[in-house]
């Protein structure tokens, strides 16, 4: 059977599923949890990976599960990620109200495509006419919030890195796998939905900073106290006074947020936490730009008599996605949208730790129109649900047929020509060197 015949196969089973998916999509978006804290959404996949009749393995980075389907050779395996984790968005209409949690970040389009994908492939029975395997995998914590909280349990020895991907790449979870794809959700202006393949983005470095002062009486004694939060105030206005030193080509970013600035309005505050990151487009300018905002950070403290201890985290890396396993995308996405439809945008100044599997591994990262509002914000919304649970799921499951089709050509072609920069262990030296402040 011809690459066009499977491809039209499984098209044809994903428009007969397409209720199935939809109903996958909304379970998920109903109850939004936060990072290595998805236990009711991985038994949500777990539960589905079962109608399939699919073996699985739970427990990776905590939430994570992992199936695989093997084709009639294992020559290759391609994984297709979904992200089991929602964001905090206190406002947004469906918010969880005790967490805040909210799946304005579109993963529940992501779980729902992994999952057509799979259902199509096995109404299909295609994975007997493809020479690797497909891995069908359902990961933990994309977004590198509650950093405080999940260093923790890194210090407590249930994590070692902050980041979903991180701790399964720390876990041995790619080993076995040889690319990697998902897709991300976007808001956009288009009826007919866009399909960007999928561009570089910025990596950064976790931080958390704490200021120490000396408390006294706000009012009677202010002269006997050391204000903490006028130090923390100071250093980021000192990072404010060096940003014109950023270079534009370096896309760097540094956002903090307090999360303690006192404790009574009557006592001048001897203790303030922020965390925040250092973001850039290079590993070297991460490096660079976190020495000058580090230092920035401690003149604030040394400014009043205070002082700032920083703790540097391992972060996410740049994404840097592999060009030929985009450029088979890029034609799948065509084939559906339409070439007017679909794109590549601009490097983004945001991060994924796609980035670090990309290191590794081929990747690509496809940002798909399908939604309303602004990304992360209240008012996000799907509002294409053709493009979001048809279209989608038709390139990203034809790009896979691409890959392990007649020998698994095309992956073994960009398989051999990719030049990994990390492997397990030397990623795992790198951002420990990161923690350790070397």
Known sequence: MTKEELKARVHEALRARRADIKAVAENIFSEPELGFKETKTSAKVQKEFEKLGLSFQTGWGITGV??????????????????????????????????GAA???????QIANMLAVGMAFKDAGIMNELDGDLVLFAVPAEEYVEIDYRNKLREAGKLRYLGGKQQLIAEGAFDDVDMAMQMHANPTDNPNGYFDVGASSNGFIGKLMTYRGRAAHAAGAPDKGVNALNAAMLGVMGVNAI????????????????NSGGDLVNVIPDYVTMESYTRAATVEALKRYNTDINRALKAGADAVGATCEIKDLPGYLPLRPDVEMRNLLRA?????????????????AGSTEMGDVSHLIPVVHPWVGCASGV???????????EVAYQKTPEVLASTIIDLLYS??????????????????QTYCEFQDAIAQGK
Request: glycine share 6%; hydrophobic share 40%.
């Open 375 to 385: 990304l992360h914000g209240a008012d996000f919304c799907l509002n294409n649900e």
């Open 66 to 99: 992992k199936a695989r389907m093997k084709g009639r050779k294992s020559l290759k395996t391609v994984a297709l990620l979904g992200e089991l984790d929602a964001i905090v968005c206190r406002d947004h209409p469906h918010a969880d109200p005790a967490t």
């Open 243 to 258: 940003r014109e030193r950023f270079r534009d080509s370096d896309y760097v970013r540094f956002h903090p947020i307090i």
């Open 103 to 109: 799946h304005c970040c579109g993963h529940f389009i």
């Open 407 to 424: 020998e698994a050509a095309e992956a073994q072609r960009i398989c051999a020509a990719f030049k990994p920069v990390l492997n397990r």
């Open 332 to 348: 799948n996405a065509e084939a559906v949208f339409g070439a007017e439809n679909v794109g590549l945008a601009e490097h983004s």
